[in-house]
């Protein structure tokens, strides 16, 4: 069993930056994937990023440029790197691992980035 922790939401000003933090624990030694969605209100959860543990990335094409996700996989951890932020990146972003390729995938509960105007 996987348990999500993240960290690091809050309000910004449009221009700003925020880190998010997820760490993960349960009995595993290797994580697959760890990656990155958010939920706006009155949408559909969509991907931000994601990242493998060979290294290969993914962005959605809405952040590409700005945002960067990064592993510690030692520490079992996924950062969220968030610049240039804009008021559309408004939404509940949510931790999310597959441990094997192909397993489920478990999720956090979700952390708050408001970026007003």
């Known amino acids: 069993q996987v348990q999500l922790v993240e960290s690091g939401g809050g309000l910004v000003q449009a221009g700003g930056s925020l880190r998010l933090s997820c760490k993960a624990s349960?009995?595993?030694?290797?994580?697959?994937?760890m990656g990155w969605y958010r939920q706006a209100p009155g949408k559909q959860r969509e991907l931000v990023a994601t990242?493998?543990?060979?290294?290969?990335?993914n962005y959605a094409a809405s952040v590409k440029g700005r945002f960067t996700i990064s592993r510690d996989n030692a520490q079992k951890t996924v950062y969220l790197q968030m610049n240039s932020l804009k008021p559309e990146d408004t939404a509940v972003y949510y931790c999310?691992?597959?441990?094997?390729?192909?397993?489920?995938?478990?999720w956090g509960r979700g952390t708050q980035v408001t970026v007003s105007a």
């Open positions: 999310a691992v597959q441990i094997r390729s192909g397993s489920t995938w478990s």
């Open positions: 349960g009995i595993f030694f290797v994580i697959n994937s």
């Open positions: 990242a493998t543990s060979a290294g290969s990335t």
